[in-house]
C-alpha cells in the first residue's frame, strides 16, 4: 500500500520556527494531511532530543511511534475520516561552513538514523566540534565530507541527503556557496551519497537538465516550520513501513518501492528566479545576463537563482527525461487554494472553515488534492473548488516566479475570470 513520507522537518528550536512545532502537533498534522512517515527533526539538539526520548517508542524497525497517554491529547481533534497510523523517522539538518577551494562553503546536510543510539553517537562526536545548543539546526565550522565521515562512523545505516540543493546561499549546488559537482564537495566519500533533496524552487524536471545528477535519486520534502506547511514537497513509497525498506528502496532506485515525490510548482520557491528584494526586482536568467548580474535599480548584485543555477550547469535541454527517473506531480497546498476560491487569506477563518468541514466529508488533504473525485466535491457544493483542483492537477496554473527570499504568488484563475463573473458557469 502507498504510504507518503516528509522526512526534513523543524522542531520549535529551530530558528524562525513556530513554538508549535512539538510532537503532539506534528502527530495531528500528519493525519490531517495524509503523511504516513515523518521525520523528527533537529534530534542533534539536547532538548529536543530529550523530548523524542520521553515520548517516543519504536514501532517498525527503524521507526517510532508516539506514545498513547501523548497521542491521545490530540486524537479527538483529528477528524474520523483522517485518522491513521503515525511514525515518525529520526531526522536532523546540519549547516557546515568552511573555506575549500579558496572559497567559503555554506552547505546545508539532512541526517537520517534509525534508533537513539546511532542518533546519540552522532550528536556526541558533534558536540565535540561545535556548539549543537544554540539552534536546532547547529552551524558547525567543518568540512561537509568531514560530516559525512561522522555520520557514518556513528552507524553504517546513517543516510546523508544534500539539502535543497539548488539554494544560492546553503547549499551543494548553490550559486553563492557551493560547488559545480556533488563530487566536488564530498570527493572519495560521493559514492555513500545516493539522494539528493531537491527543494522548493526546483522540481525533478529541472534537475534532470544536468546529466551528472543522473545516479542519485532525487527526493522532496517540506523543511517546514510550522505544523501546517508539512507536505508542501513530499515522497511517496510503497515499501515495507520500515527505515530499513525506504533507505533501500531509495538507495537501490527501486521503482516498484520508491514512487516518486510530490512538488510545490518551483516558481512558487523564494529562490526561483533572480533578483533583487530591496529593490522589488524580480529577473529571468536572460534579464541577469544582460545587466551584467546587477541589479537594474540600484546597480548592486543580484542573487542568483535556481533557475539560472541549474541552466549554467546543465547539458541537457528543457524537457529531457533520463530513463530511471522517478515520475513526480505538482500540488498547491489546500488551504492556499481554498485562500483563492474564496478571495480570502490562506489563513483566514473562512479557509480554517472549509478546510476543516472537507476533511470531515472527504478525508485528508493529500487524497483531496491527487484522487478525490472532482463529481463528488461538485455534489458538496464545492464546484469552484473542484475547477481549482482539475485545473491543478492539469498544470494549469499562473505564477508571478519567486526571488531573492521571497516566495511566488501562484493563481489558478485569471483576474478576469472573477472579473466577468465567469467562474459562475463551473
Same mark, same amino acid.
Given at each position: 500500500?502507498?504510504?507518503?513520507?516528509?522526512?526534513?522537518?523543524?522542531?520549535?528550536?529551530?530558528?524562525?520556527?513556530?513554538?508549535?512545532?512539538?510532537?503532539?502537533?506534528?502527530?495531528?498534522?500528519?493525519?490531517?494531511?495524509?503523511?504516513?512517515?515523518?521525520?523528527?527533526?533537529?534530534?542533534?539538539?539536547?532538548?529536543?532530543?530529550?523530548?523524542?526520548?520521553?515520548?517516543?517508542?519504536?514501532?517498525?524497525?527503524?521507526?517510532?511511534?508516539?506514545?498513547?497517554?501523548?497521542?491521545?491529547?490530540?486524537?479527538?481533534?483529528?477528524?474520523?475520516?483522517?485518522?491513521?497510523?503515525?511514525?515518525?523517522?529520526?531526522?536532523?539538518?546540519?549547516?557546515?561552513?568552511?573555506?575549500?577551494?579558496?572559497?567559503?562553503?555554506?552547505?546545508?546536510?539532512?541526517?537520517?538514523?534509525?534508533?537513539?543510539?546511532?542518533?546519540?553517537?552522532?550528536?556526541?562526536?558533534?558536540?565535540?566540534?561545535?556548539?549543537?545548543?544554540?539552534?536546532?539546526?547547529?552551524?558547525?565550522?567543518?568540512?561537509?565530507?568531514?560530516?559525512?565521515?561522522?555520520?557514518?562512523?556513528?552507524?553504517?545505516?546513517?543516510?546523508?541527503?544534500?539539502?535543497?540543493?539548488?539554494?544560492?546561499?546553503?547549499?551543494?549546488?548553490?550559486?553563492?556557496?557551493?560547488?559545480?559537482?556533488?563530487?566536488?564537495?564530498?570527493?572519495?566519500?560521493?559514492?555513500?551519497?545516493?539522494?539528493?533533496?531537491?527543494?522548493?524552487?526546483?522540481?525533478?524536471?529541472?534537475?534532470?537538465?544536468?546529466?551528472?545528477?543522473?545516479?542519485?535519486?532525487?527526493?522532496?520534502?517540506?523543511?517546514?516550520?510550522?505544523?501546517?506547511?508539512?507536505?508542501?514537497?513530499?515522497?511517496?513509497?510503497?515499501?515495507?513501513?520500515?527505515?530499513?525498506?525506504?533507505?533501500?528502496?531509495?538507495?537501490?532506485?527501486?521503482?516498484?518501492?520508491?514512487?516518486?515525490?510530490?512538488?510545490?510548482? +518551483?516558481? %512558487?520557491? *523564494?529562490? &526561483?528566479?533572480?533578483?533583487?528584494? #530591496? =529593490?522589488? /526586482?524580480?529577473?529571468? +536568467?536572460? %534579464?541577469? *545576463?544582460? &545587466?551584467?548580474?546587477?541589479?537594474? #535599480? =540600484?546597480? /548592486?548584485?543580484?542573487?542568483?537563482?535556481?533557475?539560472?543555477?541549474?541552466?549554467?550547469?546543465?547539458?541537457?535541454?528543457?524537457?529531457?527525461?533520463?530513463?530511471?527517473?522517478?515520475?513526480?506531480?505538482?500540488?498547491?497546498?489546500?488551504?492556499?487554494?481554498?485562500?483563492?476560491?474564496?478571495?480570502?487569506?490562506?489563513?483566514?477563518?473562512?479557509?480554517?472553515?472549509?478546510?476543516?468541514?472537507?476533511?470531515?466529508?472527504?478525508?485528508?488533504?493529500?487524497?483531496?488534492?491527487?484522487?478525490?473525485?472532482?463529481?463528488?466535491?461538485?455534489?458538496?457544493?464545492?464546484?469552484?473548488?473542484?475547477?481549482?483542483?482539475?485545473?491543478?492537477?492539469?498544470?494549469?496554473?499562473?505564477?508571478?516566479?519567486?526571488?531573492?527570499?521571497?516566495?511566488?504568488?501562484?493563481?489558478?484563475?485569471?483576474?478576469?475570470?472573477?472579473?466577468?463573473?465567469?467562474?459562475?458557469?463551473?
Amino acid at each position: 500500500m502507498p504510504f507518503i513520507a516528509d522526512l526534513h522537518i523543524h522542531s520549535r528550536f529551530s530558528r524562525a520556527t513556530s513554538p508549535q512545532m512539538n510532537l503532539e502537533n506534528l502527530y495531528q498534522w500528519a493525519q490531517l494531511k495524509g503523511i504516513t512517515v515523518v521525520g523528527c527533526g533537529d534530534f542533534t539538539h539536547p532538548q529536543w532530543f530529550a523530548e523524542l526520548r520521553e515520548k517516543l517508542e519504536p514501532a517498525e524497525p527503524g521507526l517510532f511511534q508516539l506514545k498513547k497517554n501523548y497521542a491521545a491529547s490530540r486524537d479527538s481533534e483529528i477528524p474520523a475520516t483522517c485518522r491513521a497510523a503515525v511514525r515518525f523517522m529520526l531526522s536532523a539538518e546540519i549547516s557546515t561552513i568552511y573555506k575549500k577551494g579558496e572559497r567559503t562553503r555554506k552547505i546545508h546536510t539532512v541526517i537520517l538514523a534509525p534508533d537513539l543510539i546511532s542518533a546519540g553517537k552522532l550528536n556526541a562526536a558533534l558536540q565535540e566540534r561545535g556548539n549543537i545548543k544554540s539552534d536546532g539546526r547547529p552551524i558547525l565550522g567543518m568540512d561537509c565530507k568531514l560530516l559525512l565521515q561522522l555520520v557514518l562512523d556513528a552507524s553504517p545505516d546513517n543516510t546523508c541527503i544534500p539539502a535543497h540543493i539548488w539554494t544560492p546561499h546553503f547549499s551543494v549546488l548553490g550559486a553563492a556557496s557551493g560547488f559545480d559537482a556533488v563530487e566536488e564537495c564530498f570527493e572519495e566519500l560521493t559514492p555513500q551519497i545516493f539522494a539528493l533533496e531537491t527543494g522548493l524552487s526546483s522540481d525533478p524536471a529541472m534537475n534532470w537538465r544536468v546529466s551528472r545528477l543522473d545516479p542519485f535519486v532525487l527526493v522532496s520534502n517540506s523543511d517546514a516550520h510550522s505544523p501546517e506547511k508539512l507536505g508542501r514537497e513530499a515522497n511517496i513509497f510503497d515499501s515495507e513501513l520500515s527505515y530499513f525498506a525506504m533507505r533501500d528502496a531509495l538507495k537501490t532506485k527501486d521503482h516498484k518501492r520508491f514512487l516518486g515525490t510530490i512538488e510545490f510548482f +518551483p516558481a %512558487e520557491g *523564494k529562490y &526561483h528566479y533572480d533578483g533583487h528584494r #530591496a =529593490c522589488s /526586482r524580480c529577473m529571468s +536568467p536572460e %534579464e541577469t *545576463k544582460s &545587466h551584467n548580474g546587477l541589479c537594474p #535599480a =540600484c546597480g /548592486r548584485k543580484v542573487t542568483v537563482g535556481v533557475m539560472h543555477r541549474v541552466a549554467l550547469l546543465s547539458d541537457r535541454e528543457a524537457g529531457c527525461k533520463p530513463q530511471q527517473a522517478f515520475p513526480f506531480l505538482s500540488a498547491i497546498p489546500m488551504s492556499e487554494v481554498l485562500g483563492e476560491v474564496y478571495g480570502v487569506g490562506a489563513k483566514s477563518k473562512k479557509v480554517t472553515q472549509h478546510y476543516q468541514k472537507l476533511l470531515e466529508t472527504f478525508g485528508n488533504e493529500f487524497f483531496i488534492l491527487r484522487d478525490c473525485s472532482l463529481s463528488q466535491l461538485k455534489d458538496a457544493g464545492y464546484s469552484l473548488f473542484a475547477e481549482a483542483l482539475k485545473r491543478i492537477r492539469a498544470g494549469t496554473v499562473h505564477i508571478s516566479p519567486g526571488y531573492d527570499g521571497e516566495y511566488g504568488v501562484i493563481k489558478v484563475f485569471e483576474p478576469w475570470e472573477r472579473q466577468e463573473n465567469q467562474l459562475a458557469l463551473f
